[in-house]
């Protein structure tokens, strides 16, 4: 069993920066795929990155690539997600979550272990 708990979220203007940490309690995170994923306001849960097990590979969805940047310290049982360049419409309840799968890493159906989510409210 794998307790994840995200911080970090807050109110940011358009074009700031924040960073989400997802801590890990339970298991040692070194044996899990991460994943970031985030829920709007009447929209479905969607992928937002993910990194494996080494942190060698990374994975996001196109709509955040060379804004946001998924990392892991497996030393510290954490992962984390620098967001640079925010805007509106990255709005949402940011989760993290974990998979011991080697699944497609962006489906939510693969991951098993899920936070609790934090809040990320971007004004214009």
């Known amino acids: 069993q794998v307790l994840l708990v995200e911080s970090g979220g807050g109110l940011v203007q358009a074009g700031g920066s924040l960073r989400l940490s997802c801590a890990a309690s339970?298991?040692?995170?070194?044996?899990?795929?991460m994943a970031w994923f985030r829920q709007a306001p009447g929209k479905e849960r969607e992928f937002v990155a993910a990194?494996?097990?080494?942190?060698?590979?990374?994975f996001y969805t196109d709509s955040v690539k060379g804004r946001l940047t998924i990392d892991r310290d497996n030393a510290k049982n954490t992962v984390d997600l620098q967001m640079n360049g925010l805007k509106p419409e990255d709005t949402a309840v940011y989760y993290c979550?974990?998979?011991?799968?080697?699944?497609?890493?962006?489906?939510?159906?693969?991951?098993?272990?899920w936070g609790q989510g934090t809040q990320v409210t971007v004004s214009s």
């Open positions: 339970g298991r040692t995170l070194s044996t899990y795929r």
């Open positions: 990194i494996n097990r080494s942190g060698g590979s990374k």
């Open positions: 979550a974990a998979t011991s799968r080697a699944g497609q890493p962006y489906k939510e159906y693969e991951y098993d272990y």
